[in-house]
C-alpha cells in the first residue's frame, strides 16, 4: 500500500473546523487580558500614602508584564492557527516541513497549528 502524501479533503475540513474553533476561543481570551491590562492603567491613580503605594506600584507593575507577556504569546498562537488555516487553504497543511511526510492525525488534534511532525521535532532538540 502507498504511503499518505497528503489529507483527503474531510480530513482537512476536521482540522479547520478544530482550528478555528481554537481561534475564535483564543482572540476571545485575547481581548480579555487587553481589556483587563487597559483596565489595570487606568486604577492607578488614587494617592495613597507612603510605602503602601510604591508596594502596590511594583505588584501593579509586575502584573501589567505578566499580562502582557500572556497577551503576546496569546497573539503568537492566533498567528500559528491563522497561518494553519492558510495552509489547510493551499494544500500544505499536515505535512512535516522538515521531512516531508505526513504529521500524525494524533499530534494535528493536540498542536493543530504544527508544521512539524514529532520526530522532525525531536531530532531538532538532539
Given amino acids: 500500500m502507498e504511503e499518505k502524501t497528503r489529507y483527503t479533503e474531510s480530513e482537512l475540513q476536521e482540522f479547520e473546523a478544530l482550528i478555528t474553533e481554537k481561534l475564535e476561543k483564543a482572540k476571545s481570551e485575547l481581548k480579555?487580558?487587553?481589556g483587563?491590562?487597559?483596565k489595570s492603567g487606568e486604577e492607578g491613580t488614587d494617592t495613597t500614602s507612603g510605602n503602601t503605594k510604591v508596594l502596590e506600584d511594583g505588584a501593579d507593575t509586575a502584573e501589567k508584564e505578566n499580562l502582557s507577556q500572556l497577551a503576546g504569546r496569546q497573539q503568537k498562537f492566533i498567528n500559528n492557527l491563522e497561518n494553519a488555516l492558510i495552509r489547510i487553504k493551499n494544500g500544505t497543511y499536515g505535512i512535516?516541513?522538515?521531512s516531508g511526510k505526513l504529521i500524525s492525525k494524533e499530534r494535528l488534534r493536540a498542536v493543530p497549528h504544527t508544521t512539524q511532525s514529532i520526530e522532525a521535532k525531536l531530532s531538532q532538540q538532539n
Fill in 36 to 38: 483587563t491590562l487597559n
Fill in 96 to 98: 512535516c516541513s522538515i
Fill in 32 to 34: 480579555s487580558l487587553k
